[in-house]
């Protein structure tokens, strides 16, 4: 079974950065697509980006677009998000996931065990 696991999260101030990293344990070809999701307290969980494994095509939600930056690098199974400009409505815990179609819409299937953001004002 492929785990996924996070790191980066933390505490910062509103218009500050941090970049998040989710490791896979090891190389899985049931896998099109990674992504990142986030839930806030009292919230239900939303998409925040995500990457297409072999052609590296991105997608963003509406509320990160042009802030965030989703990439990969394929040799170490690994899928970054930098956070830039962060606001307080960013306080989540964040969770990778991976899976197969492409976006927002895919079957994600595998999840990492989050980790919290947390933006002061």
């Known amino acids: 079974q492929v785990q996924l696991v996070e790191s980066g999260g933390g505490l910062v101030q509103a218009g500050g950065s941090l970049r998040l990293s989710c490791a896979a344990s090891?190389?899985?070809?049931?896998?099109?697509?990674r992504g990142w999701f986030r839930q806030a307290p009292g919230k239900e969980r939303e998409f925040v980006a995500a990457?297409?494994?072999?052609?590296?095509?991105?997608y963003y939600a509406d509320s990160v677009k042009g802030r965030f930056i989703i990439s990969r690098d394929n040799a170490k199974n690994t899928v970054y998000l930098q956070m830039n400009s962060l606001k307080p409505e960013d306080t989540a815990a964040y969770y990778c996931?991976?899976?197969?179609?492409?976006?927002?819409?895919?079957?994600?299937?595998?999840w990492g065990q989050g980790t919290q953001v947390t933006v002061s004002s």
């Open positions: 996931a991976a899976g197969l179609g492409a976006g927002p819409t895919a079957r994600y299937d595998l």
């Open positions: 090891r190389r899985t070809f049931s896998v099109s697509t």
């Open positions: 990457v297409n494994w072999f052609g590296g095509r991105t």
